[in-house]
């Protein structure tokens, strides 16, 4: 199963793509076995625990116990890599995994991990956060703090923390070299939807390493907390340290994230992306369901939002030119939680 992951379809965009002048390209990890393309970083951080290679040299033992905090596909896939394994795994679920009748929950139980909803935030966490935007910030502080406990209070622990680990990257640069071979290196826009940033800059970083360097985009939902999280693409010159990060070390003085850089703080570094789109919630949903509809792809709306941005890219690009983005995950993972609305074709 393990050698499953990986090496998926690049399918060119006949339909939904007819009009623009560059192809439109999606790398097919809905594909991956346990249905995203979480499934390479999951692999990629469990493998690196295991040689020790962790943020505290700590490495996964055979009787050892793998946990983060998540609250989409990373939960899933982890749960997946886990069981093939042999791992017992602690997961930490935020409560947007726990709306209504959760097919994510239900697929991540399936692979036999301990299940729990993270901690609500405390009261100085909450008086960290000073206005709406940053309500969503007190949450994923809470998971982290939840999960720094755990490892520190038993050494069979190791938490591999997706946001931090550089192993997430690595483990996406294989997407890269596939679409590298794929289209024989003659890639003009590369871009996808920016969560943990793995994926982004694990791709451009093994496109940069054949000597590719296409114009790259960042997708986020509209009125998500992504962007803020870790820095304005706006004031890239003068990105500091992401607010959560400032808000672990100001609570509790942890040294891990005074030392560690997200890897969404290293895609800034290194200059990415060159452009930056917030997509709608019903633009993503329209165009998850026109990939469904009229080319067969069963995806969410993080697919959508995807495609969405590709084709605005290609209409500005000449003819011939190719813009590769990602389907990242299915679509029924998603159905008890909308399922009267959002995902209705």
């Known amino acids: ?28 990890e809905h594909l991956n076995p346990s249905g995203s393309y979480k499934d390479r970083m999951a692999l990629s951080m469990v493998e690196a625990a295991e040689q020790g290679l962790t943020w505290n040299d700590r490495k996964l033992k055979p ?26 795994i602690k997961l930490c679920t935020y409560k947007t995994m726990l709306l209504g009748d959760s097919a994510r929950l239900k697929i991540t139980d399936a692979y036999g991990p ?25 949450y994923i502080i809470a998971g982290k703090m939840q999960m720094y406990e ?78 803020d999280i870790s820095a304005d693409i706006a004031k890239r010159g003068e990105v500091g340290r ?18 560690e850089k997200s890897i969404v703080e290293t895609m800034y570094e290194e200059g990415y992306p060159d452009e930056f789109y917030r997509v709608s919630a019903e633009d993503a949903r329209d165009m998850a369901n026109r990939l469904c509809s009229e080319e067969g792809i069963y995806c969410g709306m993080s697919s959508g939002a995807n495609v969405f941005v590709a084709l605005k890219i290609a209409e500005k690009m000449k003819v011939g030119q190719n813009v590769v983005t990602v389907i990242v995950d299915r679509r029924d993972r998603y159905l008890g939680e909308y399922p009267d609305d959002i995902y209705v074709v």
């Open 242 to 259: 992401p607010k959560i990060r400032d808000k672990l070390v100001k609570l509790f003085g942890l040294k891990k994230w005074e030392t």
């Open 63 to 88: 009787e050892g116990i793998v946990c983060d905090a998540s609250a989409g596909n990373t939960a899933p896939a982890l749960a997946f890599i886990c069981a093939l394994k042999g791992y017992k």
């Open 1 to 28: 199963m393990l050698e499953l992951i990986g090496n998926t379809p690049l399918l060119k965009l006949n339909k939904v793509g007819k009009g623009v002048k560059a192809n439109v390209f999606v790398k097919l």
């Open 114 to 138: 301990d299940i729990t909803q993270c901690i609500v935030p405390t009261e100085d966490i909450l008086n960290q956060c000073k206005n709406e935007e940053e309500q969503g910030h007190s």
């Open 150 to 227: 755990l490892e520190r209070d038993n050494p069979d622990i190791v938490w591999v923390d997706q946001i931090y680990n550089p192993y997430n990257t690595e483990g996406q640069k294989e997407m890269g070299r596939e679409i590298y071979r794929q289209l024989d290196g003659k890639i003009d826009a590369w871009g996808c939807s920016i969560g943990s940033g793995g994926t982004f800059l694990g791709v451009a970083l093994a496109l940069r390493e054949k000597s590719v360097k296409p114009l790259t985009f960042g997708v986020v939902p509209h009125k998500t907390g992504v962007v």
